[in-house]
RNA sequence: GCGGGCGUGGUGAAAUUGGUAGACACGCAAGAUUUAGGUUCUUGUGGCGCAAGCUGUGGGGGUUCAAGUCCCUCCGCCCGCACCA
């Protein structure tokens, strides 16, 4: 050790980010100006809903957000990184439930106070364009969206079969039906037909289906789950004449016209509207229907559900050969896919056969695998779904399934054609449109007015916005605008008679569907202000939870088309770049039997690994570790971020979540990577004086410190451009392990390259510990603000070495190393190898079979 | 059931996409500094072995000069969808 030791003090780290974060808001240093004629670039982090405090999964997202934001602004950028609420929604009409206390009010301080909490992790946010989605100012425009898709024919009512929950007297989303039961009451949902308002995302499925090949920036498993989702298949429609009955012909959808001949039977779905029909004569299949539906919704009872069927005597006649076909009424048949109606084919169906060997009907093969044999194959419990040949099936026998399809729909197309009305080629989707009418109170209000003599009107653009009443109780269950004494008695805006308001309010799922947009025009008057949104959108970089791969992205995008169809953009696809982040997981304690949970802060620790034993503090008494898990509120196993920022700061909790986890991989919060993340704090503060106390000296460019440092912004730089965050701070590790190694051996001359190696190290400090970086950087005597600093100028020739030093393996195996030329022709390599002591022992005086020589890899000699 | 992903030291993980497996960090061990603890610094740290060396990326097999990476197969875990005709 040479060097003599600098006097150095800790750095605390409450005042210095204070200090900083009031620096960067009296510059306005994060304030965008949409007429900034440099390059823009928009990144959004899926935004809060304000339950009252972040939690670390937060502050995940917003790092690295924000170390996106903070890399981009130093790249030349200029960037818009904003923030606001999704801010409707149930949980605040619980608390008021519970609390007494108004949603508005609950919501609005929960925002307050969550805002306090951002502002102390120091984000680069734009807060001058905050908002939430229940200002009025923002439903506003969201009425006047929603009465433009109602205009263009994207928005329209219908009557829908609907989760109803009769204790809290509302409809419930699939998602908040658990085992057929609400997940906030408990109790039965029941199934009820509601007149509701639908957005027509169906019209749109195929170009969200094909707009996902062009998301290459999408993590393919999101794109997976929405081609999934909207669940395209290619089939036909096919009509079945009735047998001696004067109906319309029976429709039904499939997507194995080839196995047509195996039919053995038809079914409709319990409500097919035949079904109904015939039900209403037949007290036997009335009954029948009422069970099917009392089963249905809840996930054991579809898995354990037996097929069941009913005959309903009806037959019709087979499209292709001379027969007929008994039509079933069955429970396993959905009515909202295809026609809800199906043919079945026991031998290629699992379901079909199933049914067929439960009520004795015919399995007749048609598809027959490489392997079978003609006259032998039996299909007995086990339907053949694979690939294979047609057989007994008439003028499709030889043909392959495809060619066999192609027949058939031709076949049955030209039978249409001749008026014989019997099949037609369709696309079916699984996706639905998508029902956006909740009878609550805390959500944007729909701009409808329903009268008994004009139907439902929309409400006069000069009459919006339809503010929410500020006086409502909570005391009775059910939808409190419905029961407001005064709020909707209003007069039709059509004929002047006594009409009521539509008291629905619409999914908040609509509220987060055009946030995004409203960002990019601060105070706009339309929802976006074309101009504005066309410069910015789509989103370059959004990050956020994989929870939302479907829901949320799927309606964002379907709203991205919908607002360009209405012109309020010129835009497809909202979000380039979709970066989904892992949980932030951590044990959780309990009492044995997973019913009491403990805080970690009750506790206390004793042993490692296997013998590691927990103690409650108060009592003594011993608690048992549990699963590392989802930080949950029952479980009691969240950490406050708060508590982080007080004692350590929020430049260790940032450094914290974006070290070691790779961002899309869960991480596991615990007390000692904290402490690890903490110390590397103190450990840049020490260096930072170290490297003051240097005073200025030459820079000598070719010291070997410059190259490192050179090196590891350039390959900082990729790997935040590829959001590889825990690969950029493994980076830094390794320049700030260099920087000690010169400081502990420095000779004079060497200071300089140690003060412009320690300089770009702030600078790719700067996106993750912006205050520590800052503070370091005005230590060193700068008089600029390191946050307003372009990155450095990567020096290319810094990277490459003269040099290589190659392995050199013999039969595969390591064996010695050689140092080369990097430029070095192959011949003059193998020659060197070749004349190695270790090489010359291996071949034995012989000549090697082979020689590989990959430049600047590794040699390969093979004996 | 269908679809997708993953499996690397005591731990979190790297591996330039077929080219030195374990970068970086945590932990641990030994030593130094400190009044003590923490802090800090140095050295070591996949396993076996005194060593030369051998071995090693869930198991087995294959392709290749070369496999964590590609192919086949089995095992285990995770996620999504789920009677979608």
């Not at 909707?488 to 055009?514: I, L, N, Q, Y």
């Not at 005597?781 to 450095?792: E, K």
Request: a negative charge.
């Amino acid at each position: 050790m040479t060097s003599a030791k600098v006097q150095t003090e800790r750095y605390n780290p409450q005042a210095v980010e204070t200090n900083w974060q009031k620096v960067w808001n009296d510059k306005d240093l994060f304030k965008t100006d949409n007429a900034d004629p440099r390059e823009k670039y928009y990144v959004l982090e899926m935004f809060p809903y304000p339950s009252g405090r972040i939690h670390v999964g937060h502050v995940r997202n917003y790092a690295m957000g924000d170390v996106v934001a903070r890399f981009k602004r130093a790249k030349g950028f200029n960037v818009l990184h904003p923030m606001g609420w999704d801010a409707f929604g149930m949980p605040a009409e619980n608390a008021a439930m519970k609390n007494k206390v108004h949603p508005k009010d609950w919501t609005y301080e929960n925002i307050a106070s969550m805002r306090g909490q951002l502002k102390s992790m120091g984000l680069s946010l734009d807060w001058t364009r905050e908002f939430a989605t229940c200002d009025v100012a923002y439903y506003h425009q969201q009425q006047k969206l929603f009465l433009d898709f109602l205009k263009a024919g994207i928005a329209y009512r219908k009557k829908s079969k609907v989760n109803w929950d009769p204790e809290d007297q509302t409809v419930l989303a699939n998602e908040q039906v658990i085992d057929g039961k609400g997940w906030r009451s408990g109790v039965e949902v029941e199934q009820r037909e509601l007149t509701q308002w639908f957005f027509k995302i169906t019209d749109y499925a195929e170009e969200l289906l094909k707009g996902l090949e062009g998301l290459n920036r999408w993590p393919d498993k999101v794109r997976l789950m929405q081609k999934n989702w909207i669940g395209k298949s290619e089939g036909m429609s096919v009509r079945f004449a009735f047998d001696g009955e004067d109906r319309d012909p029976l429709e039904i959808f499939t997507t194995r016209q080839d196995t047509l001949f195996g039919a053995s039977f038809m079914a409709l779905s319990p409500d097919h509207p035949l079904s109904k029909e015939l039900a209403e004569g037949n007290t036997d299949l009335a009954e029948f229907v009422a069970e099917c539906r009392r089963h249905g919704t809840s996930v054991v009872a579809v898995e354990t559900a037996e097929k069941r069927g009913f005959d309903t005597g009806l037959r019709v006649k087979h499209p292709l050969e001379d027969r007929t076909l008994p039509v079933y009424v069955a429970n396993f048949v959905l009515m909202d896919y295809g026609t809800g109606a199906i043919f079945g084919c026991p031998a290629h169906d699992q379901r079909d056969l199933d049914f067929a060997n439960k009520y004795g009907l015919p399995v007749t093969p048609v598809v027959l695998p490489s392997d079978g044999d003609a006259h032998n194959f039996k299909i007995l419990e086990e339907a053949y779904t694979g690939p294979g040949t047609i057989f007994n099936s008439d003028f499709l026998n030889g043909l392959s399934i495809e060619d066999a399809k192609k027949t058939v729909a031709d076949k049955l197309e030209k039978a249409q054609l001749a008026g014989a009305q019997q099949g037609t080629r369709q696309v079916n989707y699984r996706l639905r449109d998508w029902g956006i009418s909740r009878q609550r109170y805390w959500g944007c209000p729909i701009p409808i007015i329903h009268c008994d003599a004009c139907g439902p009107q929309p409400v006069p653009e000069d009459q919006l916005p339809v503010e929410l009443p500020g006086d409502i109780d909570f005391e009775k269950p059910g939808n409190p605008l419905d029961r407001h004494a005064s709020w909707k008695h209003v007069e039709c805006p059509a004929c002047g008679k006594d009409a009521v308001r539509e008291t629905d309010t619409m999914d908040t799922f609509v509220d987060s569907s055009w946030y995004f947009a409203r960002f990019t025009a601060p105070d706009a008057p339309t929802p976006t202000q074309p101009d504005d949104a066309n410069g910015w959108l789509p989103v370059n970089q959004y990050i956020g939870g994989v929870e939302h791969a479907i829901l949320h992205l799927l309606y964002s995008r379907f709203f991205a088309r919908a607002m360009s169809q209405c012109e309020h953009m010129e835009i497809s696809e909202p979000f380039e770049g979709l970066f989904t982040q892992g949980m932030v997981v951590h044990e959780a304690y309990h009492d044995g039997q997973e019913r009491i949970w403990y805080a970690p802060a009750e506790l206390r620790f004793e042993g490692e690994g296997s013998d590691r034993k927990a103690f409650l503090v108060d009592s003594g008494q011993e608690v048992s570790i549990g699963k590392i898990e989802k930080m949950s509120k029952s479980k009691r196993n969240t950490v406050d971020p708060d508590d982080i920022i007080r004692s350590y700061g929020a430049d260790t909790a940032r450094w914290f979540v974006l070290s070691d986890s790779p961002p899309e991989r869960d991480v596991i919060w615990t007390d000692a990577g904290v402490e690890g993340a903490h110390r590397f704090v103190q450990r840049v503060w020490r260096l930072a004086q170290e490297v003051a106390a240097l005073g200025e000296g030459t820079s000598a460019a070719d010291h070997a410190l410059t190259a490192i440092a050179h090196k590891a912004l350039n390959s900082i730089e990729t790997d935040i451009d590829g959001l590889r965050f825990n690969r950029a701070v493994a980076q830094i590790y390794e320049l700030a392990n260099g920087i000690s190694s010169s400081l502990a051996k420095k000779s004079d001359g060497d200071t300089g390259a140690i003060r412009d190696a320690f300089g770009m190290m702030l600078q790719a400090l700067a996106p993750m510990m912006p205050h520590l970086a800052e503070e370091c950087w005005a230590h060193l005597g700068h008089s600029d603000l390191l946050a307003s600093r372009p990155w450095p100028t990567i020096d290319e020739s810094l990277l490459s070495e003269d040099t290589v030093t190659l392995p050199v393996q013999i039969n595969g195996k390591r064996r010695a190393e050689i140092s080369v030329a990097a430029d070095a022709a192959k011949s003059d390599v193998e020659a060197a190898v070749l004349a190695m002591p270790a090489v010359q022992k291996a071949l034995d005086g012989g000549a090697p079979k082979k020689i590989i020589v990959v430049p600047g890899r590794i040699v390969n000699v093979v004996v």
